[in-house]
């Protein structure tokens, strides 16, 4: 079993920055890609971004390219979001989720995986 813990969220203004942790323990027989999702009031989930296992691969949701970088270290079993120019619009609470992957290179930038963190409030507003 894998636990994922979030942190870093709050409250932040217009054109700041926040910088979202992702902590894993426990084992698991498999290598993970990592993935970003997040959910606004009153709409649905969606993805924002993913890393390969290895860290080599990422991808991200046109709406946050240029503006959010995912990074990890696997010896600290950590993976960050780090957020930039930030808008109203991002406001929502940000999940952190692993997906087993057999391909270390892979980034699934998708909303499917075995492994959830319980997700952290961030809320962008003047």
């Known amino acids: 079993q894998l636990q994922l813990v979030e942190s870093g969220g709050g409250l932040v203004q217009p054109g700041g920055s926040l910088r979202l942790s992702c902590a894993a323990s426990g084992r698991i027989s498999h290598d993970y890609a990592t993935i970003w999702l997040r959910q606004a009031p009153g709409k649905e989930r969606e993805v924002v971004s993913c890393?390969?296992?290895?860290?080599?691969?990422?991808d991200y949701n046109d709406s946050v390219k240029g503006r959010f970088t995912i990074s990890r270290d696997n010896a600290r079993k950590t993976t960050w979001l780090q957020m930039n120019s930030l808008k109203p619009e991002d406001t929502a609470v940000y999940f952190c989720?692993?997906?087993?992957?057999?391909?270390?290179?892979?980034?699934?930038?998708?909303?499917?995986?075995?492994?959830w963190g319980d997700g952290t409030l961030v809320t962008v507003s003047s």
């Open positions: 890393i390969s296992a290895s860290g080599s691969t990422t």
């Open positions: 989720a692993a997906k087993m992957v057999v391909f270390p290179m892979w980034c699934p930038l998708q909303d499917d995986a075995d492994y």
